[in-house]
């Protein structure tokens, strides 16, 4: 059962441009929601995060958007930049030790 | 600090062969997570230890899977015996106790595959 969801496998976006990733989880229970950004050959690394409790977190050029009606949040990045490609998971948590990923969404920023 | 260190990095077994995955977690880390990646299901999240406990295995696929953490510094993830569908990356991460979810750090990876 796949509780979080990212249907969007690939995004190509050109430089300077804004990146736009989405995120839709279906458990209610989720209270913290995370981005994780992976290279080739390179496990997963923390980017960004959002509590169930603010709409919106900033942090330089990554914001993310959390939308708890409609159970979705996404994640901006602007300006894209080349080194921006990787591949982005969307995590959520409802409690503090347990994640759940997404399928990844893989990002291809064009020079 | 060396990171969460996996070994190996690359396994090619043939069916039915017993698998076994190496981690060892970040210093001082007491949570330790195994998760496997693939093109269908992403990460899932497979077990995750709590001070050498297992906290959670409901997301171990099958018997054929189990999970170990005999001390604090090392854990391992076995396949008995391995089919093709088993063929994934493997990560292992941790996380110090009680930290926030965005404290666990990845290790690079067992890329695993049974022919």
């Known amino acids: 059962d796949q509780q979080v969801k990212q249907n969007s496998p690939s995004l190509s976006v050109q430089e300077g441009r804004i990146s736009i990733l989405n995120c839709d989880y279906t458990?209610?229970?989720?209270?913290?929601f995370l981005w994780y950004k992976k290279y080739p050959a390179e496990g997963p690394t923390f980017l960004i995060s959002?509590?169930?409790?603010?709409d919106k977190n900033e942090d330089g050029r990554f914001t993310v958007f959390l939308n708890k009606s409609a159970k979705h949040l996404s994640l901006h990045i602007v300006p894209s930049q080349p080194g921006d490609s990787a591949v982005y998971f969307c995590?959520?948590?409802?409690?503090?030790?347990?994640?759940?990923f997404g399928a990844g969404t893989r990002l291809t920023v064009k020079p | 600090d060396a990171g969460v260190i996996q070994s190996p990095r690359h396994e090619v077994t043939e069916m039915g062969q017993e698998v076994t995955l190496r981690c060892k977690p970040i210093?001082?880390?007491?949570?330790l997570f195994w998760y496997r990646q693939t093109m269908m299901r992403g990460l899932e999240l497979l077990i995750y230890?709590?001070?050498?406990?297992?906290?959670?295995d409901s997301g171990m696929p099958e018997d054929r899977f189990s999970a170990k953490m005999p001390n604090a510094s090392f854990s391992t993830l076995k396949i008995q015996p391995s089919e093709p569908r088993d063929s994934a990356v493997y990560f292992c991460?941790?996380?110090?106790?009680?930290?926030?979810?965005?404290?666990?750090?990845f290790g690079p990876g067992t890329r695993l595959t049974v022919l």
């Open positions: 230890f709590n001070n050498n406990v297992p906290i959670d």
């Open positions: 991460a941790s996380s110090p106790t009680g930290g926030r979810p965005d404290t666990q750090y």
């Open positions: 959002i509590s169930s409790i603010k």
């Open positions: 458990n209610s229970m989720f209270d913290y």
């Open positions: 995590a959520a948590s409802a409690r503090r030790d347990d994640m759940r």
């Open positions: 210093s001082g880390h007491n949570s």
